[in-house]
Nanobody
Framework: QVQLVESGGGLVQPGGSLRLSCAAS????????MGWYRQAPGKQRELLAT???????NYVDSVKGRFTISRDNAKNTVNLQMNSLKPEDTDVYYC????????????????????WGQGTQVTVSS
C-alpha cells in the first residue's frame, strides 16, 4: 500500500560525505513523520533523525552537527545529508514513514503506521 525506496548508500572514506534519499509511493495523502534509522548485524535498529510534516527535527546525540535531515512534502521524499563520516557510522540505513494518511472511510481519515524501506548500506572505510 505504501512503499519506501532508499538510495544513495555506498563506500566513503572517513571524513567524507554521503546523501541518502528515500521516496515514498502508493496510497498517500500525507505523511506526518519521516525518519532515518540504522542497524548493524545483531543489534537493534537505532533512531538517527526524524522530521515532521511541519519541519520540526530531532537528532540522536551521536549525529548532531554532522547529519541533516530534510524532506519534500509535495514529493513525499526525505533525505539525510551525512558529513564528517566515521567508521562507526558503517551500517545499513533505513527510511521510515509514520502516521501516513492513506485515505478516508465514512468521513474519517485513515492513518497507517510503521512503513520501512529495504535499507541501503553505508560503509565508511579507508
Amino acid at each position: 500500500q505504501v512503499q519506501l525506496v532508499e538510495s544513495g548508500g555506498g563506500l566513503v572514506q572517513p571524513g567524507g560525505s554521503l546523501r541518502l534519499s528515500c521516496a515514498a509511493s502508493g496510497s498517500i495523502f500525507s505523511i506526518y513523520a519521516m525518519g532515518w534509522y540504522r542497524q548493524a548485524p545483531g543489534k537493534q535498529r537505532e533512531l538517527l533523525a526524524t522530521i515532521t510534516r511541519g519541519g520540526s527535527t530531532n537528532y540522536v546525540d551521536s549525529v548532531k552537527g554532522r547529519f541533516t535531515i530534510s524532506r519534500d512534502n509535495a514529493k513525499n521524499t526525505v533525505n539525510l545529508q551525512m558529513n564528517s563520516l566515521k567508521p562507526e557510522d558503517t551500517d545499513v540505513y533505513y527510511c521510515n514513514a509514520d502516521s501516513v494518511k492513506t485515505g478516508q472511510y465514512s468521513g474519517y481519515d485513515v492513518y497507517r503506521f510503521g512503513f520501512w524501506g529495504q535499507g541501503t548500506q553505508v560503509t565508511v572505510s579507508s
